[in-house]
């Protein structure tokens, strides 16, 4: 079954290190999303890719927070320097939007997740 | 502002009995909705989806939901608990651009 991967599934980091978590979307996929889960806030949208571009970053903080497509199999979101309020699980999803289609990401496939602890 | 809102934090279900997840939504033009569930320790599953047509749809595991656009809500529905339906589960919809945004969850127990 074709999956959406995401490693590592867990890190645990000291305050003030670089975080790199990465995702490869399904094969054909060309949008891409980055969430965060926390249980206060819920799933909160980060960052939003379609065919390799960012559309939309609004709910990322730019000061520390990145995210990235260098190629259409490789998503990466990057944490300098890391913070204890950024301890969450960050989950990418993938999914296919067709032009032709009224149902535009339809269905979003998700990764099973990177859990983060800053301490 | 485009949103999402689940009302219960938790609902608790006697197994054999009716379930319901409220959802309600706000968001301009015609409404794109979604249902997910999420297991433990893992991402979320797509359950179902209302683009157009029916408001009665429905989707995996036994599940339906109803869109009442004069009421803005999209519940989610089950005529009859499983244990096995224990889970997270997340209402969304589509907003500008084509991302998704998600409601705070609600938990749903079914007890045995």
């Known amino acids: 079954d074709a999956r959406v991967t995401q490693t590592p599934r867990h890190k645990v980091t000291e305050m003030g290190q670089e975080v790199t978590m990465r995702c490869q979307p399904i094969l054909g996929h060309n949008t891409v999303f980055w969430y965060r889960q926390t249980m206060m806030q819920g799933l909160e949208l980060l960052a939003y890719f379609r065919n390799r571009a960012p559309l939309d970053d609004s709910g990322m903080p730019k000061d520390r927070f990145s995210a990235e497509m260098p190629d259409a199999t490789l998503a990466t979101l990057k944490i300098q320097p890391s913070e204890p309020r950024d301890s969450a699980v960050y989950f990418c999803?993938?999914?296919?939007?067709?032009?032709?289609?009224?149902?535009?990401?339809?269905?979003?496939?998700f990764g099973s997740g990177t859990q983060l602890s800053v301490l | 502002a485009q949103s999402v809102a689940q009302p219960e934090d938790q609902v608790n279900v006697a197994e054999g009995n009716p379930l319901t997840v409220k959802c309600t939504y706000s968001?301009?033009?015609?409404?794109?909705l979604f249902w997910y569930v999420q297991y433990p320790n893992r991402g979320l599953q797509f359950l179902l989806k209302?683009?157009?047509?029916?408001?009665l749809v429905k989707g995996s595991y036994g599940f339906e939901a109803e869109f009442n656009k004069s009421q803005t809500s999209f519940h989610l529905k089950k005529p009859s608990a499983l244990v096995s339906d224990s889970a997270l589960y997340f209402c969304a919809v589509r907003a500008s651009h084509d991302k998704i945004i998600f409601g705070k969850g609600t938990r749903l127990h079914i007890l045995p």
């Open positions: 968001v301009s033009g015609n409404p794109y």
């Open positions: 999803a993938s999914g296919l939007r067709r032009r032709d289609s009224l149902a535009t990401n339809e269905k979003l496939f």
């Open positions: 209302y683009i157009t047509g029916d408001n």
